[in-house]
């Protein structure tokens, strides 16, 4: 367990619930193909990494966030987010987003059966602690929860509750998937932070509107673009 952090002692109403999330990553070379348009050449995968450097440390200074586990075949983004206190995880079943989320909550299951999981994104530079923090708690209401991207068409965050399945059904328009397959959707206003994903320039530009984390922003200040600014 990160230092400091509390374990998770019940479920009643006011007792913290300490999630464990789950953050899926794929190989930096070939992650983030949209933003190639923007970012090409080498700078694409660095993006990709402080993307999800910027999200794992988001997370983990979230105080409802017991512990966080990457599911990755990458072995330098391993090391980096696993220097930030994540658990990681190689991308055993290597079948794509959603069958790397269900690994990944299996093995949390595996060491804490009736742990809290959730799904988010390696993608949200911008991650405000806080707003994690009630989403998390808004979360914990239903048995499956999920949270619409900034779009309005795809998810940040899927959870499921101790006893339940997580189910992932990510990529491309999932807030309709998710939706229809019960889980509800977490309405709440001023949570951008966790809704703003980064596929493509515009979203960096909107990401940086927020503020990003460190890595982002020093990556930015090192990019030769004037797209970055
Ligand atoms: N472990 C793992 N993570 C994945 C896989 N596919 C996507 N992801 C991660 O899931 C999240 C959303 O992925 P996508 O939007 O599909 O991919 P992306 O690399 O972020 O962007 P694009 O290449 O532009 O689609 C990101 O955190 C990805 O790194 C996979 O097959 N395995
Ligand atoms: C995987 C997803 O997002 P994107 O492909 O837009 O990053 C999703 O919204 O389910």
Redesign the pocket.
């Known amino acids: 367990m990160t230092p400091g952090r509390r374990a998770a002692t019940g479920a009643g109403d006011n007792v913290p619930v300490h999630w464990s999330l789950v953050v ?3 190989p930096l070379a ?6 190639s348009e923007a970012a090409g050449g080498a700078m694409r995968p660095r993006f ?1 990494l402080a993307f999800a450097q910027d999200t794992v440390s988001g997370a983990l200074r979230c105080r409802a966030v017991r512990d966080v586990l990457v ?3 990458d072995p330098l983004a391993a090391a980096e987010l696993a220097a930030l206190g994540a658990r990681t995880v190689p ?1 055993a079943p290597g079948a ?2 959603n069958a ?1 989320l269900a690994h990944g909550a299996a093995e949390v299951r595996a060491r804490r059966p009736a742990a809290a999981v959730a799904a988010l ?3 949200l530079p911008a991650l405000r602690p806080a707003e994690l923090e009630r989403v998390l708690a808004a979360a914990r209401k239903f048995p499956r929860a999920f949270l619409a991207d900034a779009a309005g068409i795809g998810t940040t965050f899927l959870s499921a509750a101790p006893g339940t399945e997580l189910r992932p059904a ?2 491309g328009p999932s807030r309709h998937r998710h939706s229809a397959s019960g889980a509800v959707e977490i309405e709440l206003d001023a949570v951008d932070s966790v809704r703003r994903d980064v ?1 493509t320039g515009d979203d960096l530009r909107a990401a940086l509107a927020l503020g990003v984390g460190p890595r982002t922003a020093a990556r930015c200040a090192a990019a030769p673009a004037a797209w970055c600014r």
């Open positions: 899926p990553l794929k070939l992650a983030k193909s949209r933003l990709a599911v990755t075949d991308d794509g987003l790397a994104n390696a993608d990510f990529g596929d």
